[in-house]
């Protein structure tokens, strides 16, 4: 947990060792709404929590418990449980079902970010909430800065970036996090379903021309709680920010990383192009994400994507 260990650093230079002493032996205890709790990034964050001593308490909720899209229900829970942060982690990712079923996607995409943001002004309470690299189109050729031109090609990524819009036109006080590529020993992703078709299968075939930014939501998770532990005894950076993990890869190269890595033999990988794989959605070709930005100014080394990789697989054979 580098990131949480470097935050635990950068709180013990601050100076105000009142305030310090408060927050780190549990005088003061902030409340903290995680909503998608039971998404891989949920998953990541819960497991954080239960694992280091931090001055916060959780509150891990999904659809069955909070409903971000009832705006009487996300009114009613951050009232009574007196919320002072949301990290909003529900979103709507069904990237091709979205394109035939748009109205849930931005029911849940947008109204529901419309709700927390409602409630975010109401109470005062800071936001943070994950976007995707799916708000831009792919033209460019070097890693997308925060202010580059967004241009969605699906309807997941208008969704998401019109949910951005709304809350950044409603809340007071928010960051938003761009991500890429997400995947975690926890919930289906790229990496779980190519271990798992590999296993299955004499070969497979894996688009060759996505390249993007693989980002273990484990790293993400830690980069959320230091945002937490930061804003508490620094400064809360109202703003927009891409975090991924450092380096690119085209997903087929990807998949021979996680064959090589899994030690998988018996499965031929060979690669296809997204016009002949025939996915609904389009996706940006390239998606690299510059994460120049949050890691000056949280101060954090953000790991390369092959080490983040590494330690993700050797997670899930530790669970065998």
Known sequence: MAIISEAIKLLGRTGKETLKQQFFYGLIEKRVLVTGANGQLGKELKEISQQVNMPFKFYFTDMDSLDITDRDQVDEFVSVNKIEYIINCAAYTAVDKAESDSDKAFAVNVNGIENIAIASRKYNIKVIHISTDFVFDGESRIPYKENDSVNPLSV???????????????????????????????????????????????????????????????????????????????????????????????????????????????????????????????????????????SGAFKVEIPNWEESLMRCIEKLNSYQ
């Open 156 to 294: 997941y990524g208008e969704s998401k970036l019109e949910g951005e819009r709304v809350l950044q036109s409603m809340s007071p006080e928010w960051i938003i996090i761009r991500t890429s590529w997400l995947y975690s020993t926890y919930g289906d992703n790229f990496v779980k379903s190519m271990i798992r078709l590999m296993t299955e299968r004499d070969s497979l075939k894996v688009v060759e021309d996505e390249i993007g930014s693989p980002t273990y939501a484990g790293d993400l998770a830690e980069m959320i709680i230091h945002i937490l532990q930061y804003s508490e005894e620094k400064d809360w950076k109202t703003g927009l920010y891409h975090f991924a993990n450092r380096g690119e890869v085209s997903r087929f190269d990807f998949a021979l990383k996680i064959k090589d890595a899994t030690g998988i033999e018996d499965c031929e990988v060979s690669s296809i192009t997204s016009k002949e794989y025939g996915a609904p959605a389009k996706r940006p070709a390239y998606s690299v994400l510059d994460v120049t930005k949050i």
